[in-house]
């Protein structure tokens, strides 16, 4: 019963039949350099298959893929963006005038670290920069063939997140 469980839960996290509203909205994307220039066979393969335009200009994009996240990331976001605008504090109180209860303050700090990993790919959404869809598919090589491969994996797996299916 265990192992059901355990099968149900790595078929969500693969995608399985979960819907992804949030994909709906994401009609453009930027795409970051990538280890072996996944990049680019990735940028073919989502425009050739209509799933989403690739566009040139960071500021024109919906959203962000990458195959890294952490500091690096942070570092290239606020050289395309700028700073990621922070809401200011509300106040303390409620409306009775009582004291609101804080929650704790969130984690800033590195989410990973060192080399990136080959064959992860992350679609941020470039205003919250939120992780809305992630994937892996480990290259075999750095041979064109073997990255066209994933990079066809990886638009297959995203455009049917897209759509719900």
């Known amino acids: 019963m265990k192992w059901f469980f355990l099968l149900a839960a790595l078929g969500v996290a693969r995608g399985g039949d ?3 509203p949030e ?3 994401i009609k453009t994307v930027y795409l970051l350099p990538m280890t072996y220039s996944l990049d680019q066979f990735l940028a073919i393969r989502l425009t050739r298959g209509g799933v989403m335009q690739v566009v040139t200009d960071p500021k024109l994009a919906d959203a ?3 195959d890294h996240i952490g500091a690096g990331l942070e570092e290239s976001l606020q050289k395309l963006y700028g700073e990621k605008k ?3 504090p509300k ?3 409620d409306a009775d005038g009582k004291d ?8 800033n700090g590195p989410v990973a670290g060192g080399a990136r990993s ?3 790919v ?3 959404d470039r205003k919250t920069r939120s992780v809305l869809w992630s994937d892996y598919v480990p290259p075999k090589s750095a041979q064109a063939a073997d990255l066209n491969r994933v990079a066809d994996k990886i638009a297959t797996q995203l455009e049917k997140d897209k759509k719900g299916k």
Not at 100 to 107: D, I, L, R, S
């Open 64 to 66: 962000i893929i990458s």
């Open 118 to 120: 080959k064959g992860a």
């Open 18 to 20: 979960v819907a992804h």
């Open 23 to 25: 994909l709906a909205d």
């Open 91 to 93: 106040d303390d109180k």
């Open 100 to 107: 609101k209860v804080k929650e704790p303050a969130a984690f």
């Open 122 to 124: 992350f679609l941020l």
């Open 86 to 88: 922070v809401e200011p």
